[in-house]
């Protein structure tokens, strides 16, 4: 893939852009990344390519919209009625692993 920046300025809030979310990733993994300018670039090239990226959403502040129950029968619901269901075509599933 090609990146590619009109001017010195855009490239400079691309690199603030990327040392901003950079200090986030750092954050969540409790260390320094040594391999920092790999990070970079492939942040910078995704940003291009797709826009403007969307901030991580943590998903503990998240909920579910309707109250769920577990099946009285635990084989009412299989995993291959699920996959059945709502599709694993191309899925590497093996039924011996459920």
Known sequence: MTVGYRSAEELAKALRRAAEAHGR????????????????????????????????VDPSGTTTSAQTARPQ???????????????AAGLDWDPSDA
Do not use: K, V
């Open 73 to 87: 029968d635990e084989d009412e619901l299989r995993p291959r009625d699920f996959l059945h269901h709502y599709g």
């Open 25 to 56: 990733y750092e954050e969540r993994i409790g260390r320094a990344d040594p391999d920092w300018p790999d990070w970079y670039a492939q942040y910078m090239a995704r940003e291009q390519r797709y826009g403007q990226l969307p901030e991580r």
